[in-house]
C-alpha cells in the first residue's frame, strides 16, 4: 500500500485544527501523526497492527497502540477525540460500516482516504481486459491484496448518504497523490486517491 | 577474569548496603523506626544526574538485576537478559539502579532482619508493606543518590505496579514508566492462587507462626509448594506441553507418587531450589503485597482518574501467552492512559513462555524495548560523566 505523500499530508493537515486530540487508525510509521504535530501542534495516538510498523512509531517518538482494528475500537469511549483519522486502510477492513460507525462515535469529526475502484484505469482494465485492475494504488493481484474492500467515491457517497454521514470536504488527488484541478471535475473517474472530512450524523 | 565476562555483560558488581534513620510510615498504619535497602548500580550517572534508571523487581527478584558477584557465579543477575552494555536498558547510556525492596530477604530491612526492639529477627511481626510503601521507600534512595527524576522506571510483573504506582505518586520525578507484563490490580482468581500458595506456607508444621527462625527450621515443604504452584502460572499451557510433554523420566509409568512426569521433576527441583534462598514469610509479604495493590482505590476506583496524577510517558507490554497478566490486563492499564490522555504506546508480543516471557529475550519485545528506551537515551544529557557513583 502506498504510503501517505507529503501532498496529501498538507491537505489533511490543513483540514485540522491546530491543538486537536487525533486518533490515527493503522496509523503505519506515524508519518502523519509526526507531520500533524509538528504542523498543528496536535496531540494522540496512532492505531497499529503491523509490528515493524508499531516499533518505527516508537522509535519516531509516536505513540501507538497495538491494536487489531477489526476488533472495534471499544477502549476508546465516546468523544474522546477531535479527529479520528483512517488513510488507506478502510478498504482493508473486513467490518467497513462498523469501524465508520465507531470512528463517528469516538471522534467528532473523521477523515478518510482510500484508493478510488472507479478511477478510468480501473473501469477500462477490467471492461477491457476482464481481469481485476492492478494499478499504482492498488498494486496486488486479486489473490495477495490486503484490501479486501474495493469501492467508488460514488459507492463511499452513497454509504455516507445512507447512514446519514455529513461529507464536510471531498478532494481527489492523482497516483502520485498530486492536486491537479481538472481531477476535480470528474473525481470518480479521474481521482486515484480520495479525501474526505466527514461529520457525524 | 574480569574479561572473561561476555561482552555485553556490566561485568562484576557489588552490592551496597543503605541505612535510613528517619522513619518511614507505612500504609498499614506502622512505622519503620529506621531501614535499610541494599541495591546495585551499573553505568555511570551523568553531571545533570539526567540518566538515572530504576529497575523494579518482582515477587521472587532482588537487587541483583545484571551482572556477576564473582568471576565464578554458574548465573548473572536475574535481568541480565535485559541490562548491560548495547542491551535494552544501555548502561553505555544509563545509570541503573536496582533494590531489594523493604520486606525482602536478601539485604533489605525485612522479616529475616532484627527487630530493635526485641533483638530478635521480626519473623511474622514484620509490618505487611504496600507497592506504595516501596515506591516510598525507593524515593528515599534517590535522594540519597541526589536523583531528582528518574529518566525512567522499568519493572515487569509487580515491578511493572511499582513503576505505575511511581507515576501516580510522584509524577515529577518520573520521566518514562515502563510496565511490562503487569497488570492494573489482581484478578480474583490471581488472589485466590495467591492464597493457596500462603495457605501452604502457613499450613506448614514448621512454620509455627512464622516463628520458625528461633527453631532452626523453615517450612520447607510450604515453601516448596508456594513455588511450584506459582511456577505453573508463569509459564503457558503450551510453553510445558512443548518443553516437558508428557515425557516420563524412566521411560515407564511405575505406580508410585515419585516424580514420573518430567514436568513434576521440573517443578519440584524450582521448589527445592527456591527454599534455598528465600524466605517464607517474605513470600506471604509479597504475595500480599501484590493482593493489595490498587492504584485506583485512592481514587474512586477510577484509574484514568489516578493517572491524571501522572505526567510521565508510558510503555506497556505485555505477552500474548501470559495467563497470569494476559494482554487484556495491560490493555485496561492503556485504556485509563488514554482516557487520562497520557501519552502510551503499547505493544502486544507474541511468545509461548507465558508471565515469565518478560525475562527472556524475545527478539521482538527487545526491537520495541530497545527502540522506547533509545528515545529515553536521546532525552538525557551525555556531557561528561560523573564519576562512578
Redo the contacts between chains.
Keep these: 500500500m502506498p504510503s501517505l505523500l507529503r501532498p496529501d499530508l498538507k491537505i489533511i493537515g490543513d483540514w485540522i485544527r491546530p491543538g486537536s486530540r487525533i486518533l490515527d487508525l493503522g496509523c503505519g510509521d506515524g508519518a502523519l501523526l509526526a507531520y500533524l504535530r509538528e504542523q498543528r501542534q496536535v496531540s494522540g495516538y496512532g492505531l497499529e497492527i503491523d509490528a515493524d510498523k508499531i516499533t518505527r512509531c516508537i522509535q519516531a517518538g509516536i505513540n501507538v497502540i497495538h491494536t487489531d482494528l477489526e476488533a472495534g475500537l471499544s477502549d476508546f469511549d465516546d468523544d474522546s477525540f477531535d479527529y479520528v483519522l483512517m488513510t488507506q486502510t478502510l478498504q482493508t477492513v473486513r467490518h467497513t460500516e462498523r469501524l465508520l460507525d465507531e470512528m463517528l462515535r469516538v471522534g467528532r469529526e473523521g477523515v478518510v482516504t482510500f484508493p478510488n475502484f472507479g478511477h478510468w484505469r480501473c473501469r477500462l482494465q477490467l471492461a477491457l481486459g476482464g481481469r481485476m485492475p492492478v494499478v499504482k494504488t492498488l498494486p496486488h493481484a486479486w489473490y495477495n491484496t490486503p484490501n479486501i474492500h474495493l469501492f467508488t467515491i460514488r459507492d463511499f457517497e452513497q454509504l455516507c448518504r445512507d447512514k446519514g454521514i455529513q461529507l464536510l470536504k471531498c478532494l481527489v488527488l492523482d497516483h502520485a497523490h498530486r492536486l491537479s484541478p481538472g481531477l476535480q471535475l470528474f473525481p470518480n473517474l479521474l481521482g486515484e486517491v480520495a479525501l474526505y472530512h466527514l461529520g457525524r450524523p | 577474569m574480569i574479561s572473561s565476562f561476555p561482552p555485553d555483560s556490566v561485568g562484576l558488581v557489588t552490592p551496597r548496603m543503605l541505612r535510613f534513620d528517619e522513619p518511614l510510615p507505612l500504609d498499614c498504619g506502622r512505622t519503620l523506626p529506621g531501614f535499610e535497602l541494599i541495591y546495585e548500580t551499573y553505568g555511570a550517572l551523568n553531571a545533570d544526574r539526567s540518566n538515572a534508571i530504576l529497575i523494579c523487581h518482582a515477587l521472587s527478584g532482588d537487587h541483583h538485576a545484571a551482572g556477576y558477584h564473582q568471576a565464578d557465579d554458574s548465573k548473572p543477575g536475574w535481568w541480565d537478559t535485559s541490562i548491560g552494555p548495547g542491551k535494552p536498558i544501555d548502561t553505555r547510556h544509563f545509570f541503573v539502579v536496582c533494590c531489594n525492596n523493604l520486606g525482602g530477604c536478601n539485604g533489605s530491612t525485612g522479616p529475616v532482619s532484627i527487630n530493635p526492639d526485641t533483638g530478635k529477627p521480626y519473623g511474622p511481626d514484620f509490618p505487611i508493606v504496600t507497592v506504595k510503601d516501596w515506591v516510598r521507600s525507593q524515593a528515599r534512595l534517590a535522594d540519597h543518590l541526589g536523583i531528582t527524576d528518574w529518566a525512567a522506571v522499568i519493572g515487569g510483573s509487580l515491578g511493572g505496579m511499582q513503576a505505575m504506582q511511581w507515576t501516580i505518586d510522584f509524577p515529577d520525578r518520573i520521566r518514562h514508566a515502563v510496565v511490562i507484563a503487569a497488570a492494573p490490580r489482581l484478578s480474583t482468581q490471581n488472589i485466590a492462587f495467591n492464597e493457596v500458595a500462603r495457605q501452604a506456607i502457613l499450613s506448614d508444621p514448621d512454620f509455627h507462626e512464622g516463628h520458625y527462625y528461633e527453631r532452626g527450621v523453615i517450612p520447607r515443604r510450604g515453601l516448596m509448594v508456594a513455588r511450584m504452584l506459582g511456577h505453573i502460572t508463569y509459564l503457558s499451557d503450551e510453553g510445558m506441553r512443548t518443553k516437558f510433554g508428557r515425557e516420563l523420566r524412566e521411560g515407564k509409568l511405575n505406580f508410585h507418587f515419585e516424580s514420573e512426569f518430567e514436568i513434576e521433576s521440573y517443578l519440584r527441583y524450582q521448589g527445592h531450589s527456591f527454599v534455598g534462598r528465600f524466605d517464607a514469610n517474605t513470600y506471604l509479604l509479597m504475595t500480599k503485597a501484590l493482593d493489595y495493590f490498587d492504584p485506583a482505590a485512592d481514587f474512586d476506583n477510577d484509574l484514568a482518574a489516578a493517572f491524571r496524577q501522572a505526567q510521565a510517558r508510558c ?1 506497556i507490554i505485555s505477552f500474548t501467552s501470559d495467563w497470569r497478566f494476559s494482554s487484556a490486563r495491560s ?1 485496561e492499564i ?2 485509563a492512559l ?2 487520562a ?1 497520557r ?6 508480543i507474541p511468545s509461548t513462555q507465558g508471565h515469565d516471557a518478560f525475562l527472556m529475550p524475545i527478539p ?1 519485545y527487545f ?2 524495548f530497545t ?2 528506551m ?2 529515553v537515551a536521546g532525552e538525557v544529557s551525555h556531557d561528561a560523566i560523573l564519576a562512578k557513583t
Excluded: G
Excluded at chain 2, 501519552?343 to 502486544?348: L, M, P, T
Design positions: 510503555l490493555r492503556v485504556k488514554v482516557a490522555k501519552d502510551v504506546s503499547y505493544a502486544e521482538r526491537e520495541t527502540a522506547y533509545q528515545r
